[in-house]
């Protein structure tokens, strides 16, 4: 990947029993430990938990929790899912809210780390062709996008979980 530090926010089920929390915080911990590894900057909703354990001044409650991570949500490049998702309403309210917004979920490394391969790939074949646009070269071929790329989220097999696309053109 290019120098660019792609922001993920890892998301999941966190919400249950205090030892399945805990289990839960522990997966979205070595998800996000994963997606860091591969080059990209995470960020963990449930990390909040210590400022929460240390602010004397209310007791934290879901709202408070789901209200902070939320603005982070919004300036990601991509979400990232940790199994067990679907389980977790609040994950899915975060995917309605990606998609409103275009940004990318995914629940395979790899797949995601080829989707910002390619985008990479598009964004140097723009630059490409404005500066030949600039120069007063003209290109015969234009570049098709699916309208929805940004909608739905990339599953386990690289599927693009979101029906009927259309095409957008760039000339």
């Given at each position: ?44 909703p ?71 391969k ?54």
């Amino acid at each position: 990947m290019s120098c660019k530090k792609y922001k993920i926010y890892i998301a999941g089920k966190l919400a249950d029993s205090a030892h399945k929390y805990n289990s839960n915080k522990k997966r979205m911990y070595n998800t996000a430990i994963e997606v860091k590894n591969a080059g990209f900057s995470v960020f963990v909703p449930s990390l909040i938990d210590r400022l929460a354990e240390i602010d004397n001044t209310k007791d934290w409650g879901y709202d408070d929790y789901f209200d902070n991570s939320q603005p982070w949500l919004e300036v990601s490049d991509a979400i990232f899912l940790t199994p067990g998702w679907k389980e977790s309403k609040g994950t899915k309210k975060e995917i309605e809210t990606a998609n409103e917004l275009g940004i990318p979920v995914f629940e395979d490394l790899e797949i995601m780390k080829s989707y910002f391969k390619a985008w990479e790939r598009l964004d140097n074949a723009l630059e490409q062709y404005k500066a030949a646009k600039n120069i007063g070269e003209e290109l015969d071929k234009e570049i098709v996008l699916p309208e929805c790329w940004y909608k739905g989220y990339y599953d386990s097999t690289g599927a693009h979980r979101v029906e009927g696309c259309n095409n957008i053109i760039i000339n």
